[in-house]
């Protein structure tokens, strides 16, 4: 097997794993980093264009802020870059739901995704970023904080997830980090986060062991950074 074909197949179970309660049958549409505005006059022939246009509401503003939101260079942990998710993803991973929360919510006037990578084989951390209206990323993450103690104290969840609650990192103006251990045996560290009125959720997996949680930790802060310097 290939490292190209190794890497996609290993970046197929990270979406799986990683998406949390992602629905059971995947979405077709390829992920895009950045999604292409409604075309208001669209053309009756039927596009071939397979970027997928956003939800309503969208808003350019806030997908330049959702698409904006990661590290600079020199803020990446040693050895790790940042890699175009549109081309290693082989597909859309799923929205991100931990322990019944869904994060998106589809409200996101602006949304975007972001993938990093130690190399080929990972570790990985993959960036889900929306923009949210007024008070609902504030309100998603005091329910995410809730539903994670809940889950941590009842155990296995209804996907056979297993979740361990995690104190770090602390990030943003208010943040929830939890571990859970899939069905499979696969540990995953979860760290979301906002600031203002953009929600942040990273997720760190490693195929041959433990989450990059050092890592996990640099990214967050460098993406907060990037948040509060607008």
Known sequence: MTVRVARLTTLALVGVLLAGCAPSTPEETPVTSTPAAPDPSPDPTPST??????????????QRVATGAFPAPEALPEGWTQVDPTAELPQYPGDPE???????????????LHLYEQ??????????????????????????????????????????????AKQAPTVGDASVSVAFVADAGAVSQVTVFRRGGTLVALVGFNPAGLPPLEALGTLAQGVDARLRAG
């Open 119 to 164: 190399s080929d084989a990972g570790p990985y951390v993959l960036q889900y970023t929306y923009v949210l209206p007024d008070g609902v990323a504030e309100e998603v993450v005091t329910d995410l904080a809730a539903a994670v103690e809940r889950c941590v104290a009842e155990g296995r969840d209804a996907e056979g997830r297993v979740f361990a």
């Open 98 to 112: 931990y322990c019944g929360v869904a994060l998106e919510r589809e409200t996101a006037p602006g949304a975007s």
């Open 49 to 62: 264009d397979p970027v997928p246009s956003p939800p309503e509401p969208y808003d350019p503003a806030a």
